[in-house]
């Protein structure tokens, strides 16, 4: 069941769609019985995904679940790292999550957990997500066997690994199904049956990883030109420490996609990319954002005694502070096309 609820605004149309995804795979027990994955839809394409390592898998029985940009409303697109997650259930592999163009739209279709990969999009995630399937790794019995030519794993923590070269059919870095300049892949008929076997969404650790990607400002679309500081984690939910690793460069030209927020209402003043001053038809002079340096509008004239000059009532004193933050370094080491060697 889909319930869609539109919004509009100077960017274009946002809609909301609910779904409902069952719980329980196999049999297994399952973090909770439903999980609600909410799907948005916008105008504006996501950024190239960034150039960036992945950090050293924690422990058996963890799956890599690649970083991707999510959409918020208020202020664009914001950068979800990627990290490693304890598989809910054995045999558990993560279907991520992809932007796919539909009717004029750039729709979010929600990542999920199910016995097989399934569809997402053709996007080349990297780290065994070529784009088709999952070349990362297999489940044997009760154990998770990684692809050391496409995962960093350390051998001294995690003894079932093998070496399988992965071939890789999409070298881009486009985020994006369909439309202009996106990736021109269609599902297979294994990857539709994989959409329709039993399956259930992000886990608690996945969802709080996204939460706190949305809180943390570094990581907007806007604020990082493409190239998040944060842009894996060893675990979720720890964006700190020598494990987070920050992307090396992002993934293409940046074209920004400003939220509701960064639009005041008709008739009033807006602010450009870079706070500058600008003014409303009216001619009365409005503030910059906080941060910036501000001003105040003119007060009215005085009349002054007879036989004396008028002045103007004072300015209030200008306010403000440094402007512009600096730029966040990259880190070193391969990308996700291929894996660590």
Known sequence: MKMFSRLSSPIGVISVCLVLLAAGVLGTPAPSSAQMAIGVSVTIAPPPLPVYVQPVCPGPGYIWSPGYWAWDPDFGYYWVPGTWVLAPFIGALW????WGWSNGFYVWNAGYWGPVVGFYGGINY?????????GGGYWRGR????????????ITNVRNVYRRQVIVRNVSRVSFNGGRGGIAARPTATQLRA?????F?????QTRQAAIARATPRLRANVNHGRPPIAATQRPGVFRGKAVVPARRAGGPFRAAPGRRQFAPKGRQQYSPRGRQQYSPGGRQQFAPKGRQQYTPRGPVRQAPSGQRGRSAPRRQQQGGPGGAGRDGGGGGRDGFNGPR
Do not use: D, K, L
């Open 143 to 154: 154990n998770f066997y990684y692809n050391r030519t496409v995962n960093n794993v350390n």
């Open 201 to 205: 969404g992000p886990v608690q650790a």
């Open 195 to 199: 959409a329709h076997q039993r399956r």
């Open 126 to 134: 990297g780290f065994g997500y070529t784009g088709y399937g999952y």
């Open 95 to 98: 279907t991520p999550g992809y």
